[in-house]
Structure formats: C-alpha cells, structure tokens
C-alpha cells in the first residue's frame, strides 16, 4: 500500500469516525415529557409552555404524554417513549432495582397522595383489619409500597390479604361499586372518593408516602445534560407560577382531572410544591423504602439497595434553584 493510499484510509477513517461521534451527540429535535394529575406541577408546565417557549431558539419540539400511575411513567421510560417522567421515588428505586435505567434528578412535590380508603361501613378501622379483605392497589406504585410497608408493621404481608391489581381510578370505581373491600388510594382519585362517595381515610401516615420525583432516562442525562438543565429550569418556572397563581392551579388540575375544584382544593392542600433539593434525608428514606419492600419479598433478598439508591438519585442537576 503506497503511503498515499495509508493517509487517505487513515482519513476517510478519522472522518467516518468524527461522523458517528457527531451522530451520537446530535441534539434531539423533539423532547418528550409526562403530565399526571398526580403531578400539579407537570400540568402547570405543559399548559404554560414555558418549556416550548425556551426550546424553541434551538428548534426543539415537545410532546407531552399522560402517565395514570407511577407504574405508567416508570413503564414509558423503560420502553424509551418518554425522556423525563413523574413517579414516586420508591416506585422508582423498584424500576431501577429491576433494570430501568432511569435517574431521578428532581423534587416535584412532597405529598401525601395516598393512604388507606374505605366505605364507612366496611368495618374496616386500621391496617390490622385488612388481613383476608380485597384491596384494590396498582402495583409498582407509592400506593403499593404503602400497603406493604403498613402491613408490615402490622406483621402481616400481601399473602395476607387479597390484592385487586387496578389502575388507581379503577380502584376508586370498585370501591364505589363494593368489588373490593378497601383501596390504595392516590389524589386526585382519592380526595374525590372522599368528597364525592363519602369514603373514609382510614390509615394515614405521611411517613409511608414517598417524594415525587422527575426521573430521566440515564442515556439522555448522559448525551444531553445542558438540555436537563433547560428542562429542570423550566419545571422550577412552573412551580414558582403555581406558588403565585393558586386559584389558577386549582383551575387547570381541575379540568385536566376532570374533577370539581373544591376535590382537586383538597389534593392541593396535602402537595408541598416548595422547592428543596434531593436530600441526605431524601436518599436514607428511599433506601430505607426499598429495604423493607426486599425484606417484604417485593424486591429480591439479593438486592443491593444501598447501590441502586445511588445509582438511581443524580443531585447533580437540582442543587441550582431557590424558592
């Protein structure tokens, strides 16, 4: 080979491979988000469009999806239909545990969003009374991990008592219609079974109620991290206009609900919106979610809860806000 045709390979090489390094770290045209009603803040952003008006400069596109659960949002990432989702940061670590390689990155909200719910006259007062009774619960949820946790301070397990696997407003509906005994419920769903059907929140305990957390697919964070800033900028906008314009928020999560002001009202008053970072506190109790759903069997006794912890929370995008 003459040394002609060596620099020539060697240079159709250089820029074959400068091509694909170019393709790999090509900026995405279309950015793809969740809203929940479970997530006011997500609902803010979405009807706002603050992400859309900061995006556009660049020419990128936004599509947004509804995720109905944890379960859902943790689902959409996993299969790559999604770029940032909201879920419960338990729910997260059992997605993690399980091979999602998503990132939770921020704090959306601290809600308490579920608890126990009954009829008045299911004769079921606490936790203890649920052992054969049916309850509706969506799996992979903070409404799951409730439960578990609950039971087992009561020293029973979900062998102990008949899950119902429904989607949270499936739930609510077989509660209403007596299919079910009991329901692991979630706000919005939940503050309407209390206002509209009566129901009764039987257990509470703020503590058993994880963070909501924005999670990202570990990828994305990794190729685009000057666009999970732009993101997080932009959720942190919609959660300052939600702190200033309450009356508003009550209206939009109102209508995306589908529910009458005064039962979102009653989901606002137990989501925190404040704004505080991913903290020490925030990673020990997610560890501590998760070791006690692996001593419950939810997760494998093999699981290395600690590392999927850390390798779940990245605090290295959300430390750059105040309230």
Same mark, same amino acid.
């Given at each position: 080979m003459t040394p002609f045709s060596?620099?020539?390979l060697l240079a159709a090489a250089a820029a074959f491979a400068i091509g694909i390094c170019g393709a790999a770290q090509a900026q995405p045209k279309e950015i793809r988000l969740d809203w929940a009603t479970y997530s006011p803040v997500s609902i803010a952003l979405k009807?706002?469009?603050?992400?859309e008006k900061a995006l556009e400069p660049e020419g990128i596109s936004v599509r947004w999806v509804q995720s109905l659960g944890s379960n859902k949002a943790l689902e959409f990432l996993n299969a790559g239909s999604l770029d940032f989702g909201s879920s419960a940061s338990a729910a997260a670590?059992?997605?993690?545990?399980?091979?999602?390689?998503?990132?939770?990155?921020y704090?959306?909200?601290?809600?308490?969003?579920? @608890? /126990?719910?009954t009829k008045p006259d299911s004769g079921i007062s606490g936790v203890a009374d649920l052992k054969g009774k049916r309850v509706a619960v969506t799996r992979g949820t903070d409404p799951h991990i409730f439960l578990i946790r609950a039971l087992a301070r009561e020293k029973l397990s979900d062998k102990?008592?008949?899950l119902v696997l429904?989607?949270?407003a499936d739930g609510r509906l077989a509660l209403q219609r007596g299919d079910v005994d009991a329901w692991m419920g979630l706000d919005p769903m939940m503050a309407s079974a209390e206002l509209q059907d009566g129901a009764k929140l039987v257990f509470r305990d703020p503590a058993l109620n994880s963070w909501g957390a924005l999670n990202v697919r570990e990828a994305?964070?990794?190729?685009?991290p000057a666009l999970v800033d732009k993101v997080l900028a932009a959720y942190d906008q919609a959660r300052k206009w939600s702190l200033a314009n309450p009356k508003e928020l009550? @209206? /939009?999560?109102?209508k995306a609900a589908k529910l009458p002001e005064d039962v979102v009202a009653r989901q606002l008053e137990r989501t925190k919106i404040a704004y505080t970072p991913i903290s020490d506190a925030d990673v020990a109790a997610v560890t501590a979610a998760g070791e006690a759903l692996a001593e419950a069997g939810v997760l494998p006794a093999t699981a290395d809860v600690a590392k999927a912890t850390s390798d779940l929370i990245d605090r290295r995008f959300d430390a750059k806000f105040v309230n």
């Open positions: 060596r620099r020539g009807e706002n469009g603050f992400l670590l059992i997605a993690r545990v399980n091979g999602n390689p998503v990132k939770s990155i704090v959306y909200s601290r809600a308490e969003w579920t @608890a /126990l719910v102990d008592v008949k429904l989607q949270h994305f964070a990794a190729e685009n009550n @209206a /939009l999560l109102a």
